[in-house]
């Protein structure tokens, strides 16, 4: 079973950059896709990013297309999301999730291993 730990959350101005961290425990990471998802206050939690298992296929969500960049480094178990040109309006707790065998989805419901989350905080 993967476990999945998120780090690099913090404090930054608007348009600054963070890179999110996911590192993976358990047998079997490269089978995974990965996926990034968002809470924001009051909200529900949404898609963000995501990875399929092979690494050839990324599929973004249209509020970070062109700012956001997630990759992957099997041989060192971690996912990372480059984010650049931040907003206010991507403040939320961010989640790092697995789906095994997966092409990348952008639904929630398709991801069965979640990290505990990470806070961004984007002031304006």
Known sequence: QVQLVESGGGFVQ???SLRLSCAASGLGHSTYA???FRQAPGKEREFVA???WTGATTNYADSVKGRFTFSRND???MGYLQMISLK???TAVYYCA????GLGSNVQQNYDV????TQVT???
């Open 50 to 52: 995501a990875i399929s």
């Open 14 to 16: 608007a348009g600054g």
């Open 114 to 117: 979640w990290g505990q989350g």
């Open 75 to 77: 041989a060192r178990n």
């Open 122 to 124: 984007v002031s304006s």
């Open 98 to 101: 697995a789906d095994h065998y």
């Open 34 to 36: 990965m996926g990034w």
């Open 88 to 90: 206010p309006e991507d």
